[in-house]
């Protein structure tokens, strides 16, 4: 996915770079979202499509699989991204706002 790869670069181009782990984590994160949106809404991911409610619902059911330490670094790790792709754009209001 593009977005991916232009989170990455923002990540690594950061004047406060974050290290290879953390940026590795984050994608992750992400990918397991993704994962999780296509599988749980039968359709292609699109950041437009996700909402507050689709947030709630990848929580809700995370929480199953997922420490609350590890729930709560994924939902930061899609808190930056989508902070990330309304800079560039892409949304123009993140499902956190």
Do not use: C
């Amino acid at each position: 996915m593009d977005l991916l790869n232009q989170f990455k670069e923002y990540l690594f181009s950061q004047s406060n770079k974050a290290s290879k782990l953390t940026v590795k984590n984050y994608l992750s994160d992400i990918r397991h979202f993704i994962s999780w949106f296509e599988i749980t809404y039968n359709e292609s991911f699109s950041p437009i499509k996700v909402s507050s409610k689709a947030l709630q619902a990848y929580k809700d059911s995370s929480l199953q699989s997922l420490s609350p330490s590890s729930m709560e670094r994924h939902l930061s790790s899609l808190r930056k991204f989508f902070t990330f792709i309304k800079f560039e754009g892409a949304i123009l209001n993140s499902p956190f706002d």
